[in-house]
Structures are given as C-alpha cells and as structure tokens.
C-alpha cells in the first residue's frame, strides 16, 4: 500500500512502487487531467509538481511519490482561477489542448519563480514541453499575461 498526498487529499494506493505515477493518477484516481503525450519524459504532456518541481509523471516512479505533496492540473487552483488557467482562457490558448495541462504546471513553476519572466526566459522554461499545434506564441502571451495578473493581486 503506498500513501499519497495529491491536491491536498490522501489516498492509498494498491500498486507495484515502479509504477509510473502517470498511470496512478489516471487509471487508480480517476486524475485524468495529466496526459500521456509520448511516455519518455520528452512532450511535457503528463507535467504535475512533486514538493513544487516540475516532474514528468510518466516516468516518476509512483514510489517517489509517497510522502511528498503531488499537485496535478485539478489541484493548481480550487475554483480553476489561478492566474494561467485565466490568462489561458483569455488568450485563446488551446487549439487542440492535449498539452495544456503540462504547460499550465510548467508554467506556474516558473511564474513561482520569476514573477516577470522576458521572452527568453518563458521560451528557456519551456523549452521541454511540446505543442503539436505550434501554439507557442500563444502560450508565450498568456504567461506574459498571468505574470501581470499575479502582479496585480499580490
């Protein structure tokens, strides 16, 4: 039995300690906002944080996992307002939107961060986390964006 904390909530888990915590969370939790995108930790689609980092669940032993603070898509803000989620949505940013949720996390990692990132760092940040409908310049206005609006509440 393995114990997790994932968005502020404990479960108990029933699973071989290799598995990957991707497929903990989606196929034991029923969490299935983090996506499989490739499997090898190359796309970024399956990105939640792990104590505040940006993992790629896909190949983060769930055993890694236990007794640590796990944070996927549905706990980044209660009520879906966190600064990203609504700069998302006010940019237009999905096209597709298979990646998004690994972008959203990739992103509040580094807004934690810099709280005004330039081009050049958003682009360096993200470097890791691929859109298959090249919306970057996209996903690039909206951190601008949720920079200004975290800006503004703090």
């Known amino acids: 039995m393995i114990t997790l904390n994932i968005n502020t909530k404990t479960y108990n888990v029933d699973v071989d300690p290799n598995t990957p ?15 499989y995108g490739c499997g090898v930790a190359q796309c970024g ?23 640590q603070k796990v944070v996927t898509i549905e706990g980044l803000a209660e009520k879906h307002d966190h600064p990203l989620q609504v700069a998302w949505q006010e940019v237009d940013v999905p096209q597709c939107g298979y990646c998004q949720s690994g972008q959203i996390m990739a992103a509040a990692v580094l807004l934690r961060e810099n709280k005004n990132p330039t081009d050049a760092d958003i682009d360096a940040a993200m ?18 964006a949720a920079a200004e609006l975290q800006r503004k509440t703090t």
């Open 21 to 35: 915590l991707l497929w903990v969370l989606r196929d034991e939790l029923d969490l299935v906002g983090t996506k």
């Open 45 to 67: 689609a399956c990105v939640v944080h792990l104590n505040g980092e940006a993992v790629r669940s896909c190949v983060t032993k769930v055993s890694r996992a236990e007794g």
């Open 127 to 144: 470097s890791g986390n691929i859109c298959r409908c090249g919306t970057y310049l996209r996903i690039r206005s909206a951190i601008h």
